[in-house]
């Protein structure tokens, strides 16, 4: 497919579990980006790629979090030491432009990750 | 932290009728998006209006952007059944990194 395209698309771990979130964007596409959604609200952002480099790592809410794209496509979210309030929906978005924030975004279905 | 604010949260109309969402946000911006999200999927793309640009059609669609009130509406005439989904509208901030910046949304639902 030419979508943006996450896995999984559901994931449940016990408290105190690594887990691992999975992104391929649009091929060819320059940005992206993974957004931290919890129920009812709008996506938040956490952090942007430019190909390789990590350009921003703001959002990220603590250092359990880390993400990486080690060749510029895919990329991969992963959460140390989940709590109960990591439970939510991560999205994915990538974007054509490196430097134009005037392009949209292009998301993916997202995963929803339950934390029991 | 949200940049921005739909309102009304909530909005129901009947098919045919328009519906009208609104959205503010707090600081200087490079542009504007609207997106929309159906239940248990990702967000779509809507229209994006920059700074510089007053109003902008698509199909249904009119986005009117208004930077001395830091606000924006999002119009759908004619709406349809299928048009019933949650509606975002998010920021690009002045300067600023490529993140978008969301509000909190408008779920509408649109009856048949």
């Known amino acids: 497919g030419a979508g943006v395209s996450q896995s999984p698309r559901y994931k449940v771990a016990k408290r105190g579990q690594d887990v691992a979130l999975r992104c391929d964007p649009i091929s060819g596409h320059v940005s992206l980006f993974w957004y931290q959604q919890a129920l009812g609200q709008g996506p938040e952002f956490l952090t942007y790629f430019q190909n390789e480099a990590q350009l921003d790592k703001s959002g990220l809410p603590s250092d359990r979090f880390f993400a990486e794209r080690p060749e510029g496509s895919v990329s991969t979210l992963k959460i140390q030491r989940t709590q109960q309030e990591d439970s939510a929906v991560y999205l994915c978005a990538s974007s054509s432009s490196g430097r134009n924030s005037n392009q949209p975004q292009h998301f993916g279905d997202g995963t929803r990750l339950s934390i029991l | 932290s949200q940049q921005g604010e739909e309102d009304p949260q909530a909005l129901s109309i009947q098919e045919g009728e328009n519906a009208t969402m609104n959205c503010s946000y707090k600081t200087s911006i490079n542009n504007l998006q609207w997106y929309r999200q159906n239940s248990g999927r990702g967000l779509v793309h809507l229209i994006l209006?920059?700074?510089?640009?007053r109003e902008k059609h698509s199909g249904r669609l009119r986005v009117t952007l208004d930077t001395s009130k830091k606000s924006s509406s999002l119009l759908i005439t004619a709406s349809r059944a299928a048009d019933t989904a949650s509606y975002f509208c998010?920021?690009?901030?002045?300067?600023?990194?490529?993140?978008?910046?969301f509000g909190s949304g408008t779920q509408l639902t649109v009856l048949p």
């Open positions: 998010a920021t690009a901030l002045e300067g600023s990194a490529r993140q978008l910046t």
């Open positions: 209006i920059r700074s510089n640009e």
